[in-house]
């Protein structure tokens, strides 16, 4: 999965850090704190990178449905709803298993996948390609990845994501997916890499136990 990362040496990191630490020290500004933190961030060693960016670049299945998902790392389960044609998509999960109305819900807005041509398609051929005709069509599932516990927070995970590639959008039973990144949001549209890993066949025998 290329992440499209945004990355700086971590010495340059540190010094533009401590300019802008210095600058909301003067005056508490909510945009250069943001920009601090990042640089901090990198200065860890940590890239950041825009959300709407790696769903982008991620690409399209051959039903048009995005290759990318993004839901919170404590959620089982990422629907996928794409309502038009001009390729806005959006991501919902359910956080807990005994908690069905805690819905998470990420939209992307149009241009974030190519746009589908619809010109001569009838609605009940839309489906296929990705589009319903009113209300959300969150009836395609993927399994969300587990988190290793070598790369979970001490405080826990509800205030991180999980970013991973799908292998199938599926209505029941889908497999498990690949290439998971743990991020925790920055600021607007921008995140944290925190880490990344691959399951093992172990896991991914294991979750595949969620879409049952």
Given at each position: ?212
């Amino acid at each position: 999965m290329d992440l499209q990362t945004i990355e700086l040496p971590r010495a340059e990191a540190r010094e533009r850090f401590v300019e802008y630490r210095r600058a909301v020290h003067q005056r508490h500004d909510a945009e250069d704190e943001a920009i601090m933190r990042g640089y901090r961030a990198m200065a860890k060693g940590s890239a950041l990178i825009s959300l709407q960016a790696a769903i982008s670049a991620g690409g399209v299945d051959e039903h048009q449905r995005p290759r990318i998902a993004v839901g919170k790392a404590t959620a089982e389960k990422v629907f996928l709803e794409r309502r038009g044609a001009d390729g806005s998509v959006m991501f919902s999960t359910k956080l807990e298993r005994a908690s069905n109305n805690a819905i998470d819900v990420r939209p992307f807005p149009a241009g974030t996948l190519p746009s589908i041509d619809l010109d001569g398609v009838d609605w009940s051929q839309r489906e296929a390609k990705g589009v319903v005709q009113g209300g959300w069509n969150g009836t395609r599932f993927s399994v969300m990845p587990n988190v290793p516990p070598r790369f979970r927070p001490a405080k826990g995970l509800h205030l991180y994501d999980v970013l991973f590639e799908v292998d199938e959008w599926r209505k029941e039973a889908p497999p498990v997916t690949r290439d998971p990144a743990l991020l925790r949001h920055l600021a607007g549209d921008l995140y944290v890499v925190c880490a990344v890993w691959d399951l093992t066949e172990l896991e991914r025998l294991v979750l595949a136990g969620r879409a049952r």
